[in-house]
Structures are given as C-alpha cells and as structure tokens.
C-alpha cells in the first residue's frame, strides 16, 4: 500500500499573472571559470584566431544547451509551443531517493483517468532496481499534433528516443486513446506510457534480448508500410504484432505488459518474463506518491541557473 506524503512544491514563483514564458539564450550570462568542476567544459579547435575564439565559445555553448535543456531549443519550443497543463509527480523510494516527474500537456486536457494511469505507472516503474530506471525519465510530454509511424505508416501512439537526451518521453494525441492496447492490455493510453518508459530502459538489454529471443539480422532489408528498413526478424512469439517488427519493439511492448500486467507475461511468454525479471527486478519497496496539477499562469517551466560557467579546451578532434 501506498502512503501519501506532502512533497515540497515551491509554487511561490508562479503568483504572478504573466503568461509563463521559457527561458531563452539572452537570459543567460556565460563566464568563464577554469576551477569550478561543475563548469560547461567546452572545446574548441585550436587554429582559431582570437577573434574568432568569442563567438566560436559562444555557438559551442548555445549548442551544447540546446541538446540538453529542451527548453532552451528553439526546435522544440517551436514544435511544442507552451504546455497548457503540468502535472508534477513526486515518489519517494523507501527511506532514500525521491524522484520528480514532470508531465507537461501540450495539448488537449488530460482526464482524470490519465493521470491515474501515469502516476500508476511512474509508481510501478519506481520500484524497478530502487529507482534507478525512472531516473532518467524526467519529462513526459504530451503533445498536440500527430505524426506517422514509421513501422505501422499508421499515426503513431508515442516517441521516446528522438528525446532520449533530455530525459524525456513524448505521448502523441493519438495515443490518448483508452481502447485496448495492441498486447491486449486494457486501455492503450497506460499502455503506450508504458512502452515509451521501456524503451528507456531497454537500450542497455537490447543485446541480450536479441541473443535471447532469437532476433536475426535479414539478409536483404525489407520495407515496413512505414517505411522504415526492418533489418531483423525472429521466429520467435511476441506479446504483439507490432513487437514483430523490431527487437526494441519487441522488448518495449513486453516491458508494458511486464509492469501492468505482470501474471499474463508470465503466463503466455515465460522466457520473457524470466529476462525482464532477472534484469529489471520489481522491488516491494513502498513508494509514497504524490501528484499535483497546476494549469494557465501557475504551470512552472525548467530553467538553469541564469549564470553558466564554462571552461574551453582546445584539443584536435580527429
Ligand atoms: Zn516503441
């Protein structure tokens, strides 16, 4: 059983009635400090010229912000726009870490059940390895616009590798959807949730699945409907036809039903279930949960510290 806990949201910030806004380069100042161990390291090629060297120093930085704080990417803060809903999600496994998830909405308004359903999930997804694993999910987005699968050709439910760099897991209108989900579990939503964490997980067991469960590289690839080049097949069974097309699909979908509906993985693919045991151990810890719902001018957005302190290197890149 869960006991709730009150987390200590500082929703103090958010009084004002400004439309919130991210925060962006000119915010920033960047100065350049060689002995603070937590500075930026950056490099920069050696032949420049000292003229150069400012504006190279800064391109490198705006860079390599860009690829790890996702609000700072004007790519993604184009796609995304404002989110209109932030669910903030606060567990806390057994007497030690505490883990925060933010679930930012992009798009229409997430029904209770939703919510539900993420934070049963965060919470199941806790318990793997002492909270290790949901570690490196920080974000989950729900977007508004759909796009195309390009296993399927078909819209596509969620996304998590094109955010694998800032800890983040995206949900697609599509995938919304409380019908049943293509491995039979109850309601595609939970599961699509599900799917998109197991991916994150799974990069590191991909290997030894693929050894496991007898996934082979094809001869000649072959063209999905999507179209994307299918390079392996297996002969083997899996929890779906989607996980047919792919080893990290395979191991992703089985990871859904591993954490929403353990008994029937064990059931109807026992190897399966052995492995995801083995690798990804629910532990019976009590996680204590709390989420919290903030919308329009209270939603907080991430920021880093205005001030970055960077140290440049000039070593040759080969
Ligand atoms: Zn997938």
């Excluded at 390291?41 to 930085?61: G, H, K």
């Excluded at 939703?114 to 997804?125: L, P, S, Y």
């Excluded at 469960?213 to 094809?218: I, N, Q, R, S």
């Amino acid at each position: 059983m869960a006991i709730y806990f009150l987390s200590m949201i500082n929703t103090s910030e958010a009084k004002g009635y400004r439309p919130k806004e991210y925060q962006n380069f000119d915010d920033l100042r960047f100065v350049c400090d060689d002995d603070d161990p937590n500075a930026v390291v950056i490099n920069i090629r050696p032949s420049l010229s000292d003229d150069e060297l400012e504006r190279a120093i800064i391109t490198a930085l705006k860079v390599k912000l860009a690829g790890e704080c996702w609000w700072l990417s004007d790519k993604i803060k184009n796609e995304l726009g404002l989110p209109k809903e932030q669910t903030t999600i606060t567990a806390r496994i057994g007497e030690a870490d505490t883990i925060e998830v933010d679930v930012y909405n992009f798009g229409e308004s997430l029904s209770d059940q939703h919510k539900a359903q993420i934070v049963n999930i965060i919470m199941t997804a806790a318990r793997i390895n002492n909270g290790e694993i949901i570690k490196k999910v920080k974000y989950i987005f729900i977007g508004k616009t759909d796009k195309q699968n390009e296993l399927t050709g078909e819209l596509t439910s969620g996304e998590a590798t094109l955010r694998n760099n800032y800890q983040a897991i995206q949900i697609y209108p599509h995938g919304l959807r409380q019908d049943k989900h293509r491995t039979g579990l109850p309601s595609s939503f939970e599961a699509t949730v599900a799917h998109e964490i197991g991916h994150v997980f799974g990069d590191k067991l991909l290997a030894d699945w693929e050894n496991e469960f007898g996934w082979k590289k094809v001869e000649q690839a072959v063209i999905a409907p999507g179209g994307r080049a299918i390079q392996k097949t297996t002969s083997q069974p899996c929890v779906s036809d989607y996980a047919a097309f792919d080893p990290a699909e395979d191991l992703s979908d089985s990871v859904a039903v591993y954490l929403l509906d353990p008994e029937v993985l064990k059931r109807i693919h026992p190897g399966k279930f052995k492995f995801l045991e083995a690798h990804l151990p629910i532990l019976s810890e009590v996680v204590h949960v709390k989420s919290e719902n903030k919308s329009g001018v209270d939603i907080k957005l991430p920021s880093i510290d205005n001030t970055v302190k960077y140290k440049v290197t000039r070593k040759k890149i080969m």
